[in-house]
């Protein structure tokens, strides 16, 4: 089993759509939480980054992290048709030192216009 | 405030080759990370550098290696290249030791 479980996809929405993305994850150690976008060939891009339970907005964007029940969620309210991209959970531990992330596989989001 | 960037774009090599990624952090950042991104996957961990040393390293065999230097960019070196080292290299950079990676647009790494 991974630590951190992510539906693939794709998801296709219409435009003007709230779309709901959500990981779960298994190591109780995950403190820090984030979501980033990916366009098809390029790097990551920080959208959300989150430490308590509890939800975080910015824009039409909200994250949601529920530590009880290991399970973190991105809301996108108002979609476009260019937030059609991968969209990846990620997430690390207080491990000293080291701020590795582990990532979901990315849930590829399609929003049509 | 410049972002993170890498190179080269892109890179073709045979079985058995090695490599060398380049990437220079973010102004104001001096931890970098390595992740390799198979397509359809998420990235995962390879190693990351602090002070020019390395800081915690993922499942990834001794055959990657990496460095940084003074002015906190990195290298990331592969030898003896295999088929499965194809992906897409990410670099990241960070303030120290912060959960907050920035992503460079990565270097697109064809092993024939």
């Known amino acids: 089993q991974k630590e951190v479980e992510q539906d693939p996809g794709p998801l296709s929405v219409p435009e003007g759509a709230i779309v709901s993305l959500n990981c779960t994850y298994s190591?109780?150690?995950?403190?820090?939480f984030m979501w980033y976008r990916q366009y098809s060939r390029k790097g990551p891009e920080l959208l959300m980054y989150t430490y308590s339970s509890g939800n975080k907005e910015d824009g039409r964007f909200t994250a949601q992290v529920d530590k009880s029940s290991k399970y973190i969620s991105l809301f996108i309210r108002d979609s476009q048709p260019s937030d059609s991209a991968t969209y990846l959970c990620?997430?690390?531990?207080?491990?000293?030192?080291?701020?590795?992330?582990?990532f979901g596989s990315g849930t590829r989001l399609q929003v049509q216009p | 405030e410049t972002g993170v960037t890498q190179s080269p774009t892109h890179l073709i090599k045979t079985r058995g080759q090695q490599v060398t990624l380049r990437c220079s952090s973010q102004?104001?950042?001096?931890?970098v990370s390595w992740y390799q991104q198979a397509l359809g996957q998420g990235p995962q961990f390879i190693f990351q550098y602090y002070r020019e040393e390395e800081n915690g390293r993922g499942n990834f065999p001794p055959r990657f290696s990496g460095l940084q230097f003074p002015n906190y960019s990195s290298e990331l070196n592969v030898n003896a290249l295999e088929l499965d080292d194809s992906a897409l290299y990410l670099c990241a950079s960070s303030r120290v030791l912060s959960n907050e990676q920035f992503f460079g647009p990565g270097t697109r790494l064809t092993v024939l």
């Open positions: 102004s104001g950042h001096n931890t």
């Open positions: 990620a997430m690390s531990s207080m491990d000293t030192g080291r701020r590795a992330l582990t």
């Open positions: 190591n109780s150690a995950f403190q820090y």
